[in-house]
T-cell receptor, first 110, second 112 residues
Framework: DGGITQSPKYLFRKEGQNVTLSCEQNLNHDAMYWYRQDPGQGLRLIYY???????QKGDIAEGYSVSREKKESFPLTVTSAQKNPTAFYLC?????????FGQGTRLTVV | QKEVEQDPGPLSVPEGAIVSLNCTYSNSAFQYFMWYRQYSRKGPELLMY????GNKEDGRFTAQVDKSSKYISLFIRDSQPSDSATYLC????????????FGTGTKLQVIP
């Protein structure tokens, strides 16, 4: 089945720790995106990538980093510099127009 | 002012009612308009997609775009309890792999 796979579904981070969220797609889409979703704030764009080995900052990139070494993969690292990382993280890929989402990773700081 | 405005609700309707969900936007460059349905703790699911102005119908769902007013709507006929979810509007400008801008979502509850 074609789609977007995010893992893990739940992730717990200790203070000062970096964690990496995985996103894999087999839709052959060039563009991939990371969004953060908080209650009452909708989806906010963290980073996006239009092609392998290239990516751009979104609206709230501080404290996050990404890589795009393969077309299928767009991992997101939440660094210790992100002071409020508890949120629901969504990865998406996009054909020329339509964007499709994974099932999300819920990150909690403990 | 946000580029996309959407009433967060919650919106509560009886089963069988017609539901109207709306978004307004300020960026006249937007050409592609989408509606997503998101169940609790799940990723958004693409429901409808329209290009430029006009109507599009798919089963119980109808999407309308009025670019002159910068206003889009999603209508749900014969609403069902399974329609209870958060509905997100989304839009992007024409050409290339432009970023997609989302509304904050409207939470809908359909009461049996």
């Amino acid at each position: 089945d074609g789609g977007i796979t995010q893992s893990p579904k739940y992730l717990f981070r200790k203070e000062g720790q970096n964690v990496t969220l995985s996103c894999e797609q087999n839709l052959n889409h060039d563009a991939m995106y990371w969004y953060r979703q908080d209650p009452g704030q909708g989806l906010r764009l963290i980073y996006y990538s239009q092609i392998v080995n290239d990516f751009q900052k979104g609206d709230i990139a501080e404290g996050y980093s990404v890589s795009r070494e393969k077309k299928e993969s767009f991992p997101l690292t939440v660094t210790s510099a992100q002071k409020n990382p508890t949120a629901f993280y969504l990865c998406a890929s996009r054909s020329a127009v339509k964007a499709f989402f994974g099932q999300g990773t819920r990150l909690t700081v403990v | 002012q946000k580029e996309v405005e959407q009433d967060p609700g919650p919106l509560s309707v009886p089963e069988g009612a017609i539901v109207s969900l709306n978004c307004t936007y300020s960026n006249s460059a937007f050409q592609y308009f989408m509606w997503y349905r998101q169940y609790s703790r799940k990723g958004p699911e693409l429901l409808m997609y329209t290009y430029s102005s006009g109507n599009k119908e798919d089963g119980r769902f109808t999407a309308q775009v009025d670019k002159s007013s910068k206003y889009i709507s999603l209508f749900i006929r014969d609403s069902q309890p399974s329609d209870s979810a958060t509905y997100l509007c989304a839009m992007s400008a024409t050409g290339g792999y432009q970023k997609v801008t989302f509304g904050t979502g409207t939470k809908l509850q359909v009461i049996p």
